[in-house]
């Protein structure tokens, strides 16, 4: 997406689609007032008309009258004046765009919504919602003959906001580059096509890339992806990403668990559960939208992506329940469900993260149905013995608009895991899936790693009916907020 600065001065502007806020108070943004006196007051007037209520998502449009040179006037609601909040920004840019679609015209204008009260952040929640509400995967349908596509849209500011816009176009962009992935299903991506787009994407970007094959996991002992991967017909891999300015401040690993698709394995999912579950790569793609990113914002931290990748089926090779494995850190796991897979995966992960003595380890995975049971839908799972780093996480979440809770790392519930003939099993008791997962992880995370997060993204990631700014199907969370956190520890030092 291009944005073009065209100043503010709108009465001399001409063109197609104006896109200006109201309050609920029923008053005008300060663009929107400008065009209102040129039109001796006919949007006002046709606002109370329609009794325009300015909610966030809600839209009203006119065509442009006397001194305005524009077609059509399209009115975004922004709530009430004192509350506006950045995701009220992106609501409304998302549906001024999807209405400037609707009117089948591509020369679209935005004044910076919410200016007022946001001052120029509002830019980049502005690109924001445009670039999240515009996006749709749609490439496998026939493309419909009078489609609009909006690739540039012009700006009512001036030069002072162009760093806020190109953040948000980043932030925005790199959600998008996960989305576009993790949409993709089970016979299109398999573990190696996740290890070729990384490679790509360190080849355009600068970025080091290592792949580890099967017979290189068995080298490296690890254990979890091998067992997982061994049902599918393709083979299961680790892939390595790393970005490494010359003076880093601080060493970052992000791993994302990269099940391609998970039937469950041998503890075969009801038809119900297994649909969607193409979504269970959605924490590696997260990792691949992060270091992209991460090459374009120039960051002064080195960080680590990780991805852990195979497919759960249940193939006449496939690991069962009671088997037993032993990782690399000594740690024997008894398998009580082929179902709980991501943990495994992860355990490897975790423990070649360890190894690499970061400052900060963050991990990334649609874990536990538990974790959606207890959030809801929409919300995701913060687990952390640094509870300093939990509370960045969830302030940040507020920011960009991605939900976070946290929940207890709770000892008491780690008698749960304790295996008949092994030091631990892979589920818990009934009671608190998401949290013995999260207990489960931290079994493989060096007591070294003073910063270790898990994030349960399996209600977020994916969604099954549009909401918000974001249409069915992966949104790309969290990956806006963990770069967003890679920013500020970055400006640290
Ligand atoms: N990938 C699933 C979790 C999931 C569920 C993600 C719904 C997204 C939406 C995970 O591998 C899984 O199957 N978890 C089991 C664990 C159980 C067997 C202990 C679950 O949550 O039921
Ligand atoms: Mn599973
Ligand atoms: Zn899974």
Known sequence: MQFQFVGTDVLNLAGGVLIVGAYKDQTLSQIGQVVDEAMSHLLQDFLKDIHFEAEAGKVAFMPGHGQVKFKQIVVVGLGEKGELEADTVRIAAATGLKKAKELKNDDVYFELLGAENLGSRAGQYLAEGVLLGGYQFKKYKKPKKDIIRIEEVKILTDEKVREELKLGNILA?????????????????????????????????????????????????????????????????????????????????????????????????????????????????????????????????????LIPTAENMPGGNAFRPDDIIVFKNGKSVEIHSTDAEGRLILADALIYGSELKPDVMIDMATLTGACMVALGRFTTGVFSPDKDLAAKIKKIGQITGEKFWELPLDDDLKEDLKGTFTDIKNVGSRYGGAITAALFLKEFVSEEIKSWVHLDIAGPAFLEKPWKYYAEGATGVPVRSILTLLLEESEKR
């Open 173 to 305: 962009s790199a959600a998008n580059f996960v989305r576009d992935i993790a949409n993709e299903p089970g016979n299109v991506i398999a573990p190696k096509d996740l290890a070729e787009i990384a490679q790509k994407l360190a080849e355009e970007t600068g970025l080091k890339c290592t792949i580890y094959n099967e017979k290189d996991l068995q080298t490296k002992k690890m254990a979890g992806i091998l067992a997982v991967g061994q049902g599918s017909a393709h083979p299961p891999c680790f892939i390595h990403l790393t970005y490494q300015p010359e003076h880093a401040s601080k060493r970052i690993v992000v791993i994302g668990k990269g099940i391609t698709f998970d039937s469950g394995g041998l503890d075969i999912k009801p038809e119900q559960f297994m649909k969607t579950m193409k979504c269970d790569k959605s924490g590696a793609c997260a990792v691949l939208g992060i270091m992209k990113a991460i090459a374009d914002l120039k960051l002064n931290i080195e960080v680590h992506g």
